[in-house]
Structure formats: C-alpha cells, structure tokens
C-alpha cells in the first residue's frame, strides 16, 4: 500500500509529517510512503532511513497556503504537494493521500484533481467526536454551508459507508441533527430531508436535538456544513473551557491538590478520549480514493494516526463502499 503524504501544508511542516509517516513505516509493515514537499528539508529529517525502499521523496516546487485562494491555487500551483497527490491518486500511482494543509485547497483538490464519486454532488469532511461510548461521525463539518435535501443523503449514504467499513459499526444509526425529534421540526433543509432520510434503505433513527448529538443517539450524525462547523467548534470551545475550569478548582486548594493526584489517570484517561491526535483528522468522503483531511496543528503523532487512518480506508475500498450505497439509494 502507498499513501502519498503532503509535508507542506500546516503548523509544524515538514517535522510533523516526516516524522509521523517514520512512525506509521514501523506501525505497518507493508506500508510505503511518497514525502512530498522541500526534498532537501525531508532528506533531513529522514535521517538514516534514507535509503528504505518504502520512502519516495517527491519535491515540490510550490506551495499553498492557508491565506490564498483554494480556487486559483488548485488550478495555478500544479507543482504543489496536494495538486500532484490528487494527481497521484487519480491515476492510482498511490492508494491514498494524507494533508494538514489548506482545507479548502484539499476540498478543491479533491473535487476538480481526484474527481467525485457518481452520483456525488458535493464531497463532505467527517470527523469522528467521542461521545462518552465510543465515536460518531459527524458529517458535515463545514465543507458545504449551502445544502440541498439530496445532498444531505449522500452524506448519510458516505456516513454509513464509512462507519460500517472503517470503524466496523454493523448496522449504523443515523441522524439528523434537528431542533426537535419530531418530523416536522426544523427549517426547510431538514423538513425536505427527513423524508428522503427515511425513506432510504440504511437505519435511520430520526431527528437528533443537540443536547443528544453527544449521547449515543446515532453512529453518524447529518447536518449541512453550516450547522456542522458550529456543532464541532462549539463542542472543542465548551471541552476546552470545561477542562480548564475543573484544573483551576481542582488546583485551588491543598485538599483539591490530593484528590487531584489521585484522580490523575482518570483525567488522563478523559484527556485521551478528547483529544482529536488520537483520531488524526477528517476523512474527504465523496471523492473517489481514501483522503485524510489532518488538523492544521498536527504534531508528529496526530498525523501518524491521520496516515493510520487512510490505511484503514484503502483496506475498505471506502469509495467503492460509498458508490455502492449510493446504487441502493437509486435502487429504492
């Protein structure tokens, strides 16, 4: 298996991506990587292990940032790292592609270099957020703030794919986020939506009220991207601040100092279930091959797991298992 890995794009590039796809070689071992970005920068940082027949380094002449237009740098900086993976991955030269650069230009890349999957309309970012017994996918993050009902679908029909071959959920629930569990909550969107939703051939539970989307009401969660952003940065807000209140009450007197290192592993427990580094990043469903959209922070094991990720996606065929449930969609 090859996954084409962008050493350009986020905080810590190229240490990060270097450094986690050395890490990801030793975690599988039938696994090669192509190191795209700066040659000299990650000759250096490959060190010893120059010479493994599992590395490719691929130089980059140019690259895309963050505060440039994804459109025009899709189409104008074709020797970027994330315009020649899409490349790479479309004509099957690799398997998979991995990125903590430009969500944008990762979304445009994949849509305009990579191409969608039939019967895909717009490709979704679906990030997987703990939810106290395991993990839901919420779908979508952002990708999309202006949805049709039909599109909202398609993103059940990915959801389900995804949750069913990747993380071997068997029979996925999915919701709606809505603000009411009746059917006829919610505005336009969702109204249109439900019955589509409903009427589909996968398991779908109904209308989800935000004070449930964290209660293991459903295995994947539908919204348009609009909502889904507010949904995901409201949750990292309200984790952030909740785990800074409880240290600083926790640190405030002696006796709290006590119980506090007592409670040390459960808190490190709680951290670990919280902490997006251990999932990675946010699979690109909808194109056609295995995308990893990794956080712009990454650090050397966060994009290790986005890698491990993408390695689990290629195993399933996660857009063959996506094309599939769109034919049943269309079957019905």
């Given at each position: 298996?090859?996954?084409?890995v962008?050493?350009?794009?986020?905080?810590?590039?190229?240490?990060a991506?270097?450094?986690g796809a050395?890490?990801?070689?030793?975690?599988?071992?039938?696994?090669?990587?192509?190191?795209?970005?700066?040659?000299?920068?990650?000759?250096?940082l490959?060190?010893?292990?120059?010479?493994?027949?599992?590395?490719?380094?691929?130089?980059?002449?140019?690259?895309?940032?963050?505060?440039?237009?994804?459109?025009?740098?899709?189409?104008?900086?074709?020797?970027?790292?994330?315009?020649?993976?899409?490349?790479?991955?479309?004509?099957?030269?690799?398997d998979?592609?991995?990125?903590s650069?430009?969500?944008?230009?990762?979304?445009?890349?994949?849509?305009?270099?990579?191409?969608?999957?039939q019967?895909?309309?717009?490709?979704?970012?679906?990030?997987?957020?703990?939810?106290?017994?395991?993990?839901?996918?919420?779908?979508?993050?952002?990708?999309n703030?202006?949805?049709?009902?039909e599109?909202?679908?398609?993103?059940?029909?990915?959801?389900?794919?995804?949750?069913?071959?990747?993380?071997?959920?068997?029979?996925?629930?999915?919701?709606?986020?809505?603000?009411?569990?009746?059917?006829?909550?919610g505005?336009?969107?969702?109204?249109?939506?439900?019955?589509?939703?409903?009427?589909s051939?996968?398991?779908?539970?109904?209308?989800?009220?935000?004070?449930?989307?964290?209660?293991?009401?459903?295995?994947?969660?539908?919204c348009?991207?609009?909502?889904?952003?507010?949904?995901?940065?409201?949750?990292?807000?309200?984790?952030?601040t909740?785990?800074?209140?409880?240290?600083?009450?926790?640190?405030?007197?002696?006796?709290s100092?006590?119980?506090?290192?007592?409670?040390?592993?459960?808190?490190?427990?709680?951290?670990?279930?919280?902490?997006?580094?251990?999932?990675?990043?946010?699979?690109?469903?909808?194109?056609?091959?295995?995308?990893?959209?990794?956080?712009?922070s990454?650090?050397?094991?966060?994009?290790?797991?986005?890698?491990?990720?993408?390695?689990?996606?290629?195993?399933?065929?996660i857009?063959?298992?996506?094309?599939?449930?769109?034919?049943?969609?269309?079957?019905?």
């Amino acid at each position: 298996m090859r996954i084409y890995v962008d050493c350009q794009g986020g905080d810590n590039a190229p240490k990060a991506q270097v450094l986690g796809a050395l890490a990801a070689l030793d975690e599988y071992p039938d696994l090669e990587l192509v190191l795209a970005g700066d040659e000299p920068s990650i000759k250096a940082l490959v060190g010893d292990k120059i010479n493994s027949s599992r590395i490719q380094i691929e130089h980059c002449t140019e690259s895309i940032s963050n505060h440039e237009s994804p459109a025009l740098a899709i189409r104008q900086k074709k020797d970027s790292a994330i315009v020649k993976g899409m490349l790479s991955l479309r004509e099957k030269n690799v398997d998979g592609f991995v990125s903590s650069g430009s969500t944008g230009a990762v979304l445009l890349g994949g849509m305009l270099r990579l191409g969608r999957i039939q019967g895909i309309d717009r490709p979704a970012l679906a990030p997987l957020i703990p939810n106290g017994k395991g993990q839901f996918l919420l779908i979508d993050c952002g990708a999309n703030v202006d949805c049709k009902p039909e599109y909202l679908l398609q993103f059940a029909a990915m959801g389900e794919a995804y949750m069913k071959i990747v993380k071997g959920v068997k029979n996925p629930r999915i919701g709606l986020a809505n603000i009411g569990e009746e059917a006829e909550k919610g505005n336009a969107l969702t109204k249109e939506a439900y019955p589509l939703l409903k009427n589909s051939p996968f398991n779908f539970v109904g209308n989800v009220e935000a004070r449930y989307i964290t209660a293991d009401k459903a295995d994947v969660i539908v919204c348009d991207g609009f909502v889904g952003n507010i949904i995901l940065k409201f949750m990292e807000g309200v984790a952030k601040t909740l785990l800074g209140i409880i240290k600083k009450e926790l640190l405030a007197d002696t006796l709290s100092k006590i119980g506090a290192l007592m409670a040390k592993p459960a808190f490190s427990r709680v951290k670990k279930l919280m902490d997006y580094k251990e999932v990675g990043g946010a699979p690109l469903l909808g194109v056609s091959g295995s995308v990893v959209k990794a956080h712009g922070s990454s650090d050397e094991r966060a994009f290790k797991n986005a890698i491990g990720q993408c390695v689990n996606m290629v195993k399933g065929d996660i857009a063959q298992a996506i094309a599939d449930n769109i034919q049943s969609i269309k079957e019905v």
